[in-house]
T-cell receptor
Framework: GEDVEQSLFLSVREGDSSVINCTYTDSSSTYLYWYKQEPGAGLQLLTYIFSNMDMKQDQRLTVLLNKKDKHLSLRIADTQTGDSAIYFCAEASNTGGFKTIFGAGTRLFVKA | EPEVTQTPSHQVTQMGQEVILRCVPISNHLYFYWYRQILGQKVEFLVSFYNNEISEKSEIFDDQFSVERPDGSNFTLKIRSTKLEDSAMYFC?????????????FGPGTRLTVL
């Protein structure tokens, strides 16, 4: 079945770049997403990429997609303490119900 | 800014009892979803709902679960006879449309504790 895997923890220094990696198994994935979850809050969509794209840049965020290896990454440039949160990788296929499969989340800790 | 709201924020119930989790999606959204996250585990898709019927459901969403849009604003998840393993954070989400970007806006979640 479909699965999304990501490392559970990442620690970086303020001002450095953070790179969070994710792998997925569903080759029919059409959309790949990165969500952010702050303590006590819901999931906030940060950015997304269509499966026919290799890269997407959105201000400090860069998403890279290697469709052959089913590998997705999120790079956060100039990481700030406010970026500390859990980051979820997710994939969805354009089926009728738009079921979205999430990874377990990577907890990003930014040291001042 | 419009947001998805959920009530209650925390629900404690006895095993075997029925619970109803409530969500108010964003008003112009047409697609609604429920997800759950057992502590320390992944966010899992439960069900999607459009045009007053279920569009897709996961293996988790068995006969103990049901969803309803009882009026123009609420979207509910009912668990008929709760089990200990139903203890989790339940997230509601809504979106304007499927296809394209399909940004799903999530609520803050309801923490369900089954004793």
């Amino acid at each position: 079945g479909e699965d999304v895997e990501q490392s559970l923890f990442l620690s970086v220094r303020e001002g450095d770049s953070s790179v969070i990696n994710c792998t997925y198994t569903d080759s029919s994935s059409t959309y790949l997403y990165w969500y952010k979850q702050e303590p006590g809050a819901g999931l906030q969509l940060l950015t997304y990429i269509f499966s026919n794209m290799d890269m997407k840049q959105d201000q400090r965020l860069t998403v890279l997609l290697n469709k052959k290896d089913k590998h997705l990454s999120l790079r956060i440039a100039d990481t700030q303490t406010g970026d500390s949160a859990i980051y979820f990788c997710a994939e969805a296929s354009n089926t009728g119900g738009f079921k979205t499969i999430f990874g377990a989340g990577t907890r990003l800790f930014v040291k001042a | 800014e419009p947001e998805v709201t959920q009530t209650p924020s925390h629900q404690v119930t006895q095993m075997g009892q029925e619970v109803i989790l409530r969500c108010v999606p964003i008003s112009n959204h047409l697609y609604f979803y429920w997800y759950r996250q057992i502590l320390g585990q992944k966010v899992e898709f439960l069900v999607s709902f459009y045009n007053n019927e279920i569009s897709e459901k996961s293996e988790i969403f068995d006969d103990q679960f049901s969803v309803e849009r009882p009026d123009g604003s609420n979207f509910t998840l009912k668990i008929r006879s709760t089990k200990l393993e139903d203890s989790a954070m339940y997230f509601c989400a809504s979106s304007e449309y499927t296809g394209g970007r399909n940004e799903q806006f999530f609520g803050p979640g309801t923490r369900l504790t089954v004793l």
